[in-house]
């Protein structure tokens, strides 16, 4: 990959049309900025950015746009230190936000050059994105980005009856462009072995005070107003009668059983481990679930597995080798559910010199 051109800034002077900052599901793709600069074009692009899904609906990230570029920041007071203490999954998550927002300039026929930034350089800079001439999107291309608003997660059991092959196939096959592998696990067995795991990470984390502690810190009681984090309703984890928290050892039960009844559980597995890899993976899953989510199946994620360092050797035992980042069970909702997004002005940087926090993660 090239290195990042210097900003474009021949349509700097453009009138620009007046920002426009708000939540993002509720964005519509009318109020895009065509005749305004491509700094009004980004910011409005960040909206479908922040729709991407998070860890824990944390959303780790920061955009700092510069006239026609956008650096993308991992937001580290948002990682999860003990649940993903190398910043994987909150880079996952990062990659996931950048693949919608290459999807949504697509869209609005702007050509983008998005470019992984190496660690060493500053290791919270996760990637550049500029826009570069214009693009003529295909009818794929459509469905995805008309996904991005449709995609949630969903908790719940999926209705019965398998994912057809030829969808499966498909998304296998969206993996591999954004350089990572999706393992369909359809059997029983297979999806057994995977679900016995998932259980036992659930109770191991919930042993666990500190990723205990830190769960707690994301999971939302009904009626809290925080746009992050998850809903315990949501998260299927609510006794309704009794208005507590259902306890980690029946939660545990609970999941098994969902990944055994699943049409099919897949893992997405990068070839190395490292934060490009996590990028690519994020960008990969992004792509898999707005696929997925315009052939109206939804996702659900048990990434307890790769959480759990002994877990995750197993599963590489069970799939037969590479990283698996992602595991998630997918089929055809029976009902719908969702989850709130921080407003965008709250993502923003308008001072790039201030992005870069001191860290104390090592
Ligand atoms: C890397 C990654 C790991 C995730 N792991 C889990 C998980 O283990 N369990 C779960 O219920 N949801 C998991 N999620 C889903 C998020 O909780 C979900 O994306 C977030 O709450 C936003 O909701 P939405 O996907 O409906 O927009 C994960 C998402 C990502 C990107």
């Not at 994987?88 to 936000?97: K, N």
């Not at 591999?176 to 999706?182: D, N, T, V």
């Not at 098994?256 to 055994?260: F, N, Q, S, W």
């Not at 992602?326 to 089929?331: K, Y």
């Given at each position: 990959m090239s290195s990042p051109q210097p900003p474009d800034t021949s349509s700097a002077s453009r009138a620009s049309s007046p920002p426009v900052l708000g939540d993002p599901h509720a964005i519509p793709d009318t109020a895009f900025p065509a005749d305004g600069t491509p700094a009004d074009q980004l910011q409005f692009l960040l909206h479908y950015a922040a729709l991407a899904p998070s860890v824990l609906n944390t959303q780790p990230w920061r955009f700092a746009i510069e006239r026609n570029l956008v650096r993308l920041y991992a937001d580290r007071t948002r990682q999860l230190r003990h649940l993903d203490p190398d910043g994987?999954?909150?880079?996952?998550?990062?990659?996931?936000?950048l693949l919608n927002l290459r999807v949504a300039a697509r869209h609005f026929h702007r050509g983008t050059e998005a470019h992984p930034v190496p660690v060493a350089d500053e290791p919270d800079l996760l990637a550049v994105l500029m826009l570069h001439g214009t693009a003529a999107p295909t009818e794929a291309d459509e469905q995805l980005f008309h996904a991005i608003i449709q995609r949630r997660t969903n908790r719940h059991p999926f209705a019965e009856g398998p994912v057809p092959k030829k969808v499966l196939d498909d998304l296998e096959r969206v993996a591999?462009?954004?350089?990572?592998?999706?393992i369909v696990l359809t059997g029983a067995a297979e999806k057994d072995a995977v679900a016995r795991l998932v259980e036992e990470g659930i109770r191991l984390q919930g042993n666990d005070p500190r990723i205990a502690a830190?769960?707690?810190a994301w999971l939302r009681p009904p009626g809290d107003p925080r746009r992050d984090g998850v809903s315990d309703d949501v998260q299927g984890a609510w006794d309704r009668r009794a208005q507590v928290r259902t306890p980690t050892s029946s939660v545990a039960v609970g999941k098994?059983?969902?990944?055994?009844q699943a049409p099919a559980v897949l893992v997405l597995t990068t070839d190395t481990d490292g934060p490009a890899d996590w990028l690519?993976?994020?960008q990969a899953l992004g792509r898999v679930l707005l696929a997925s989510a315009?052939?109206?199946?939804?996702?659900?994620?048990?990434?307890?597995?790769?959480?759990v360092a002994a877990l995750r050797r197993e599963l590489i035992g069970l799939i037969g080798g590479g990283f698996p980042q992602?595991?998630?069970?997918?089929?055809f909702p029976a009902r719908h559910e969702g989850t709130p997004r921080r407003h965008m002005q709250d993502v923003l940087i308008h001072d790039p010199e201030a992005?870069?926090?001191?860290r104390d993660n090592g």
């Open positions: 994987r999954e909150l880079t996952v998550s990062c990659g996931a936000a591999r462009e954004e350089a990572s592998r999706l830190e769960l707690d098994r059983e969902l990944v055994t690519a993976a994020g315009a052939r109206d199946l939804q996702a659900s994620y048990v990434n307890q597995v790769v959480e992602v595991v998630f069970r997918v089929g992005a870069d926090p001191p």
